[in-house]
């Protein structure tokens, strides 16, 4: 069986595609990484590395266009700065954080960093390439602490459960998708990659476009934490 | 409230664009035209025509990159010629029009029109594209007669519905799809866009990339029956 995982190059991604090798098989593992805009496009470099730790084959494609007007601070078309701080923060305490200049009409509380259906999107181009390229599975690493408080409505279960089953009707039955960290923490993805000895050096998250993890964004405080609810320490952030 | 309006430049959309005009108003209509590398590219053309003539916003995007590996019949990326004669007919009696390469593990049987998960990605695509400008409802014009017999596994009702709860929660309830004709046939589609007097001699729905429509593949065929039982002849047909 073929499975096509998602690999953004940072943490969640890197352990689901070492657990994808683990359990299919190098040459059966197809690694599909996307460029979006994002401000942080030092996690393509570290996707390639990842990919090529694990001498899987690695399709890029470009959806920038998609979004270009999303307003998103995750993105290099925002002039918008990426809030520092952890999300749990973001959402309890900050007020001007929400998404675009649809506040009117947001019951939701999007946060700054929300790229509009970035997930539902990333799924359905993993959808049609996988059924093109022969794959029955799609893997990827939305976990827990991103769908917390619905700071990322596209991480969540029941979003997870519903594309899932939009991908299976709409392939033929011939693809689903397998998120499974979808019920987990942050913390316990990492303690997962360290039994499968992930090489998280080469991994990268911070949201800010610099030569060295920032330390203060909320992806690297998260990962920061998720490490030391390990007893470990970051190796990205000891490389700075 | 504004709406995004996927038009092909075909009947359907073209209908699903009449009724949004009229029923929100062109200011408040974007129409989304996506090229995906078919062989029939005459149909974004005329999906210009059509958006002129209603004096709405467009917008075009190229997935061409995503489907170049589907080995569909409908795209340029393939030498497979698309088949002659009705959906019906394919799906009743032709035993070679499976999709791609995948028969040994298809339960489903993909005609070889069928583009991976398609309108799943055309949906996608909107749902990021329409919260992006503050759109709340996607329209697309998927209809009873595609769906029939799961000839397009992507444009059932079952799918339709997967795809809107996917879309709302992954939007954080911020957009949804509307599917007008997703109960009912071309036929129906056509009376009600005879009503509203869409000027149809602008539209396009070809599956061959000739001057004039072929008249004898599935399309054709299926739109003349169309405008026949309304007691109408195809305008696209007349113009030939």
Not at 102 to 111: D, M, P, R, S, V
Not at 149 to 155: E, K, L, Q, T
Not at 208 to 237: Q, V
């Amino acid at each position: 069986m073929k499975v096509l995982v998602l690999v953004s190059g940072g943490i969640d991604s890197s352990t689901a595609l070492a657990m994808a090798v683990s359990k299919y098989g190098k040459e059966n593992v197809y690694a599909l990484s996307v460029i979006y805009g994002q401000k942080h496009d030092r996690e393509i470099e570290a996707s390639k590395k990842i990919a090529g730790f694990y001498g899987v084959e690695q399709h890029f494609i470009d959806l920038s266009f998609i979004f270009k007007d999303s307003g998103s601070s995750l993105l290099k078309s925002s002039e918008k700065e990426i809030p520092s701080g952890s999300y749990a923060r973001q959402k309890d305490n900050d007020t001007d954080l929400s998404f675009g200049e649809k506040k009117e009409n947001a019951g939701t509380e999007l946060i700054s960093t929300y790229v509009p259906f970035r997930n539902g999107l990333f799924l359905a181009c993993a959808a049609s390439i996988a059924q093109s390229k022969g794959c029955s599975v799609i893997i990827y690493g939305a976990h827990a602490d991103d769908a917390a408080g619905s700071a990322y409505p596209d991480c969540t279960p029941e979003f997870n459960a519903a594309m899932d089953r939009s991908i299976i009707l709409g392939t033929g039955n011939e693809v689903h998708i397998e998120a499974p960290f979808v019920n987990i923490t942050k913390a316990d993805i990492v303690k997962r990659g360290l039994e499968l000895k992930v090489p998280y050096e080469y991994t990268w998250s911070c949201y800010e476009g610099g030569e060295k993890p920032c330390g203060k964004c909320a992806t690297c405080i998260d990962r920061s934490k998720a490490f030391a609810k390990n007893g470990a320490e970051d190796p990205a952030l000891k490389r700075s």
